[in-house]
């Protein structure tokens, strides 16, 4: 970002800063900060911008679809037209490739144009009608109808591993806003310059489309007590957050302390089970080698569906599939994280865990090299110290995972059975070996938010099937998804209307239906 | 409930009692503890009923709809099989009367079969199914369908005031069968005679329909440590509860302190605010007199939409409508409560409020005479006071309320907007005057659950358009309903099958849909 070099805080259209601290960001490649000074919210901004957002909460949810439609699409036309300069400060504040930007890019305007679309169709109102009987014995029945309305002014935190998807006009934003949600945002700082970027997209959006100006705020911070004031904020109604589960669990703790506790949608921790079949090693050993160890380095293992765990049946074929995943590993590059941060804490949750006496690490690049690579890492435990040791569940966020190898189906099934919540199961089998074990499916079903047969867990397809929420620790609410057309669902809830003459309803309810949405008529 | 003196407690299908305290009911009206000693369920048997639950989950969530509805409606033969016993139980425990008892056990079976139905048609589902697109560039996509699945073990809290139709084989116990979720009931303490009985017709349409025998387990206790234990065991999911704020927030904060926090959809505290347009006054001040007097004292105002709140614009024709309504309930006889710690619970409530030196008290009967009666009470306050008072929004259960005096439009828009959640907000206007203040719907509709149109919020309809359920503090969750077709949504979550071959696909899902459900397909 070249010409400017003080960055403040989006409140009400206009870039503002009235407090003194500033930090920076860091380019993990050049292993030095990034200069630009990104100016600290002050609890009185964040005050103005949730204040603003529930002032300008009616009006906002009052508009069109069509109307937010045309602001969701006009973010997306100006974030690609911030073009390479945008590209450039992602792969700087991160180091990850262009290429990874660029893809991130796309998905987060197709993620833009998909909410749009889905506040152009108003389905999500989901509206609901039961006809009246005036006449029904003992007592005549009342219209009464159901449609979903907004929560009201929603914060969501950017992701350290997502600047773009999962950040400022990501998909919480995206989904938020599609609905009738203002929306602030508290940027991740580890990339603040893209996310301040982003956010004036947002902000010429917003003036060019007529939005109320409070829809959208973008705050800048360090640290924790800005974040912790918008949590506990009275008119602030819903959270969404994707990180570790130590944030998360922080944030969905304040918020149900809170007076009135409102809902946290928090995206964590997640190790992502694998578990492979004898028939399947049999038959593609050489492949899952190869898929799997691209699904563990993807993106140097900062994925929330980076695979963590394989299970298997420790046989002959098992212990050669453990070797060569060992040393495909072993051959790969290391690669950079994000943020030096996150490579401590890797090496920190790293040695913990291979220092078990149960563990054997299998890892020969015994350390990286170049600044803020980290070594990938695979080590191994026998099923019955899994089943005993529930530190073995913990997410090493990184290109780390841990081989289980049971001694039979039993340890196996006994294994799966202590799971906690995971984002993603994955069963790599026949058709037919998985048909004689299905009971597997069973166990696994209720642990996680997706089961794949035969795909690695990294790479989420962002569609109307996709539901990327699991049982504790992998969200805070596995009823809802983060990813896909669903994830507007956070962010609304049902509201009937009884008796009401046609004229006064909501036009979602009315019986003239002129949105023509699908009506369920009782 | 003749020859029978000690009731146990409902384990794997065999009334069981390890433990040594008992406790009695009390009946109301004779002023005096019904014979019959309940054992309270020891630490020990909640194990054995949650364990029993959780290895059966599995099973019981398999079978198919038509099995769960058979179970239902077995449920409900049972139940209207236990004749009269059940009905002087009901009476005897709480003092209402047989026309009430009658009424709420009509829509106890109603809710079991409307259930029965619903696990049938097997809608709750939801599939949803995105196609594969193998040639898609730059990446093909893979084949995800999504569905409900049910959370597993649910408790449900028997609630003071519904001792059926929101108790043992209630709305939260039939919409979690219906999906497939076993529960435990932890009856309430005051009516353990009627809960027996239900719990005994659950049993033995358990047993002659084939269910598994952990299904269904049913624990008395007038011990807080038993539902404490309850909501804190690992192998818990989810938990409904019907009954006061501080209750279901006790709960609730158990349930968020989890290492697994598990949501808790408890319904509670709400005063229900009606608003009264001058035009609607000038038409019908008669009408609303009478329909507001019988709301008020309907179940001696042990209802959870019972009117607290009614807010008017002080006028002349005001003065009139709010002496008549004091006058109206001060002819009426005062009424029982269920029993006396609910009566104590009002009159300190009560006390406490109209003490406050900004209330008015309008009421005239000073105290009931007959035993366990409460004294039916209006109160007035003026808008500017109300708004500066929150105190005045807290519940008093009873046959209470308080007329809210507005100097203007200005003052009532602005003692809505101070308003906390609440299940209902009605509005008594013409349909020409409230056109002409919508914005008073804008504000209400994000306050309440069901907005009402000129009834009474008495009288909750069990259909597929209800909302039962609103902003903290009338319920813990505002996304979902207690009541109608919509309650099983309480006790599900999404979850994604990835590549699945259709044979492995859960039959929901399936492509050749012999379900007959509606898909979603992309």
Redesign the interface.
């Known amino acids: 970002m070249k010409d400017k070099n003080n960055f403040g805080n989006w409140i009400l259209g206009q870039e503002v800063h009235s407090g003194n601290n500033t930090f920076n960001t860091f380019n993990p490649i050049l292993d030095r900060p990034i200069s630009g000074d990104y100016y600290e919210a002050t609890p009185e901004e964040v005050n103005q911008a949730v204040d603003a957002a529930a002032n300008q909460?009616?009006e906002f949810s009052?508009l069109s679809g069509d109307r937010r439609a045309e602001f969701l699409e006009a973010i997306a036309v100006e974030i690609e037209a911030l073009g390479d300069n945008l590209i450039q400060t992602y792969c700087d504040e991160t180091g990850l490739p262009a290429g990874r930007a660029k893809g991130e890019r796309g998905r987060t305007l197709g993620q833009l144009r998909l909410f749009a679309a889905e506040a152009r169709r108003g389905a999500w109102q989901m509206p609901?009608?039961?006809l009246s009987i005036p006449d029904r014995s003992p007592?005549p029945?009342?219209d009464?109808?159901?449609m979903m309305?907004p929560l009201?002014p929603v914060v969501v935190f950017g992701a350290s591993n997502f600047p773009l998807a999962y950040s400022t006009a990501g998909g919480d934003t995206a989904s938020a806003l599609a609905v009738g949600c203002p929306v602030i945002v508290k940027s991740h700082p580890m990339h603040a310059g893209t996310s301040f970027l982003v956010a004036s997209a947002i902000i010429k959006a917003m003036q060019d489309t007529k939005m109320p100006k409070g829809v959208f705020a973008h705050l800048n911070s360090m640290d924790y007590s800005i974040g912790q004031q918008l949590v506990k904020h009275p008119k602030v109604k819903a959270i969404g957050f994707t990180g570790s589960e130590r944030g998360g669990r922080a944030l969905?703790?304040l918020a149900?302390q809170r007076d009135?506790?409102i809902?946290v949608f928090a995206e964590m921790g997640s190790v992502n089970p694998v578990v492979i079949f004898p028939e399947k090693l049999e038959l593609d050993l050489d492949q899952l080698v190869g898929e799997l160890s691209d699904s563990i380095m993807l993106g140097t293992g900062q994925f929330c569906t980076s695979p963590g765990l394989i299970f298997g049946i420790d046989d002959d074929l098992w212990k050669s599939f453990f070797t060569q995943l060992g040393s495909a590993l072993d051959h790969r590059a290391t690669q950079s994280m994000i943020h030096p941060s996150l490579k401590k804490a890797y090496n920190q949750m790293k040695s913990k865990l291979t220092q078990h006496p149960d563990l054997t690490s299998l890892c020969t690049i015994s350390e990286a090299k170049r600044p803020n690579h980290v070594a990938q890492t695979l080590a191994s435990v026998k099923g019955v110290d899994f089943i005993n040791n529930p530190d073995f569940q913990n997410e090493v966020f990184g290109p780390f995972a841990i081989l289980v190898s049971c001694k039979d189906w039993e340890e196996l099934d006994c294994a799966i059975g202590c799971l906690?919540?995971n984002l993603t199961g994955s069963i790599m089998a026949t058709?037919d070996s998985?048909?004689k074990r299905?009971?597997l499916?069973?166990?696994l079903?209720?642990r996680?938010?997706?089961?794949?047969?035969?795909?690695v867990p990294t790479?989420v397809?962002v569609?109307?099937?996709?539901?990327h929420g699991g049982?504790?620790?992998a969200s805070?609410?596995?009823?809802f998804?983060a990813v896909g057309n669903?994830a507007l669902l956070r962010w609304?809830?049902?509201?009937?209307?009884?008796?009401?003459?046609e004229?006064?309803l909501p036009e979602a309810l009315q019986s003239k239906n002129t949105l023509c949405l699908i009506q369920?008529i009782?």
């Open positions: 909460f009616y009052n609901s009608v039961d007592l029945k009342s009464i109808r159901k309305l009201g969905f703790d149900a009135e506790p809902p906690r919540g058709e998985l048909s299905f009971s499916v069973d166990k079903q209720h996680v938010g997706r089961v794949i047969f035969n795909q790479g397809e569609c109307a099937s996709m539901q049982p504790y620790p805070t609410d596995s009823r998804t669903d609304v809830r049902p509201v009937s209307f009884q008796n009401f003459p004229s006064l369920r009782k």
